[in-house]
C-alpha cells in the first residue's frame, strides 16, 4: 500500500489532468482581454445607447394666433311687462245682472263686462230731472215777477220790493242749476252701472258673478293687460348703455334682440326704444332699460321672465389666446411658442384685458404665431415639443369670447336651425 502523499503524487503526475488546468487558464486569460477590451474600446457606443435612451419630446396642444372679432353679444334677464294694466272696480253699489264676457278672452276698449242692477238708479235720474222742472218753474216765475216790478210806476213801488224781487230771481236761478249739476251727479252713477273696458287687451277670471251684490269696497271684479304692444325691462350695465345711446343717435330707436323664451325658443323682434331709468343703481352700476315690442299673437306674456341677447354695438379686432396658455415670472408674463422646427422659445407678452377664458394680448406676439396650450409642464426653453393636431382645438370667436347659449344662438340663428332639425 502506498501513504496518501504517495496518491497526490500520482494525481498531479498525470497527463489528463495537467490539460484540463491548461484549458482553465486559457478560458480565463480570454475573460480578462475582452474585459479589457469593452472596457477600452467599446466605450462610444455605449454612449451612443445611452442617447438612444433619453426621453422623447413632450406632447403638446398648440393654438395659433389670430385677429378675432371680438364684439361679443350679451344677453340680459328681463321682465315682460303690459304696457297698461286695469282693475275693474264697481262705483256704485248693486246687484249684478249680466257677465258678458268669457273669462281669458281678449276684449276691445269700450266693451261692456258686467252690468248692475240700474233701477234705483234710473229712479234717482228721474226724481232729478223732476227737480229742474219744479226749479226752472220757479224760475219763471220770478224772473216774470220781477218783470213786473220794474215796470210798475215808480211811485207805487219802493226799491226794497225790487232788490228782493231781484234776489228771489238770482235763487231760483241758482237752484236751476243746482238741480242740473244734481242729475249729472245721478247720471254718472246711472252709466256706472254698465262697465266697460276702457282698454284692448286680455280679460282674466271673474272675481263676482251674476247675482252678487258689490260695492265699490268690493275690489276688483276682473283685470284687463294690454298685450300688444308690450314691453321688457331689464338692467343694463352703464357703460352698455352709453355705447348703446350712440347707436340710438345714428340709428334711430330701433332696438334689435332676440328674445329666448323660459321653454328656450326663440322670439327674434325688433323692439323699439321706449325709455330708460332716470339714474344709475349705485349698487348695481347698471340702468333700467324698457324695449317695447309688437306681440301680435300675446306670446309675451306679462310678468314672465325672458332672455335678452343683443347685438354688439360695435366690432372689436383683437388677437386673444388661452388663459391657460400664459406663465408668469418675476420679470412679467410670458408664453411657450413654437417654430416650424418644433422648438418651444419663451416670448415675453404684454396682455390685456380678459374676455371669457381668454386674454388680450397687447404686445408680444403677431398673426400666425402658434402657442402651447396643453402640455407646458414639461416644456423647456430650446428643446422640442410634439405638437398634437391644430385642427381639433379650433375654437370660434364666440367660443373664445366665452358666450352664453343666448348670444351663440343671436350671432348664428342658421346653425341653430340646423341643430334643431
Known amino acids: 500500500m502506498t501513504s496518501q502523499g504517495e496518491e497526490k503524487n500520482i494525481q498531479i503526475n498525470n497527463p489528463h489532468q495537467k490539460s484540463k488546468m491548461m484549458k482553465i487558464a486559457v478560458v480565463i486569460v480570454v475573460a480578462v482581454i475582452l474585459a479589457f477590451v469593452a472596457k477600452n474600446y467599446l466605450k462610444p457606443d455605449a454612449s451612443a445607447n445611452k442617447a438612444n435612451m433619453q426621453p422623447p419630446a413632450p406632447a403638446v396642444v398648440l393654438y395659433e394666433v389670430s385677429e378675432k372679432d371680438l364684439s361679443s353679444n350679451k344677453s340680459f334677464i328681463g321682465n315682460v311687462e303690459a304696457i297698461q294694466s286695469v282693475s275693474l272696480t264697481s262705483q256704485v253699489a248693486g246687484e249684478i ?5 268669457k273669462e281669458g278672452s281678449f276684449v ?5 263686462l258686467f252690468t248692475i242692477d240700474s233701477s234705483h238708479y234710473q229712479a234717482t235720474v228721474d226724481l232729478r230731472k223732476a227737480e229742474i222742472q219744479q226749479a ?18 215808480k211811485r207805487s ?10 234776489s228771489a230771481f238770482l235763487q231760483a236761478k241758482a237752484t236751476v242749476s243746482q238741480a242740473k249739476a244734481v242729475l249729472k251727479l245721478a247720471e254718472i252713477d246711472l252709466a256706472h252701472t254698465r262697465i266697460t273696458s276702457p282698454i284692448t287687451g286680455q280679460i282674466g277670471a271673474a272675481t263676482y258673478t251674476k247675482g252678487n251684490y258689490v260695492t265699490p269696497a268690493s275690489g276688483a271684479l276682473a283685470s284687463i293687460v294690454q298685450m300688444d304692444p308690450i314691453r321688457i325691462s331689464f338692467a343694463l350695465p352703464d357703460k352698455d348703455y352709453l355705447d348703446q345711446l350712440e347707436q340710438f343717435k345714428k340709428n334711430g330707436p330701433v332696438y334689435e334682440t332676440k328674445l329666448v323664451l323660459s321653454n328656450g325658443n326663440e322670439f327674434k323682434i325688433q323692439g323699439e326704444r321706449d325709455f330708460e331709468s332716470n339714474k344709475v343703481d349705485e349698487k348695481t352700476g347698471t340702468l333700467q332699460m324698457v324695449i317695447r315690442f309688437p306681440n301680435p299673437e300675446g306670446i309675451l ?10 347685438k354688439a354695438v360695435d366690432h372689436n379686432i383683437s388677437m386673444v389666446i388661452p388663459q391657460e396658455s400664459i406663465l408668469a415670472d418675476s420679470q412679467g408674463s410670458y408664453v411657450y411658442t413654437v417654430d416650424g422646427e418644433n422648438i418651444a422659445s419663451q416670448t ?13 394680448i397687447i404686445k408680444g406676439l403677431k398673426p400666425g404665431d402658434k402657442v402651447v396650450r396643453i402640455g407646458l409642464q414639461k ?4 428643446s422640442p415639443v410634439a405638437p398634437a393636431d391644430l385642427g381639433s382645438q379650433t375654437k370660434t370667436a364666440a367660443e373664445m369670447a366665452g358666450e352664453s347659449e343666448a348670444d351663440l344662438l343671436l350671432s348664428d340663428p342658421i346653425s341653430q336651425d340646423k341643430k334643431g332639425n
Open 348 to 360: 415675453r407678452i404684454e396682455i390685456g384685458e380678459e374676455v371669457g377664458t381668454m386674454r388680450k
Open 136 to 153: 226752472e218753474a220757479a224760475l219763471v216765475k220770478a224772473e216774470k215777477f220781477l218783470a213786473r216790478l220794474k215796470a210798475a210806476d
Open 379 to 382: 416644456v423647456r426653453h430650446g
Open 108 to 112: 276691445k276698449a269700450g266693451q261692456l
Open 301 to 310: 306674456i306679462p310678468g314672465s321672465m325672458v332672455r335678452v341677447a343683443t
Open 97 to 101: 245682472r249680466n257677465v258678458n264676457f
Open 157 to 166: 213801488i219802493s226799491e226794497s220790493d225790487i232788490e228782493t224781487a231781484e
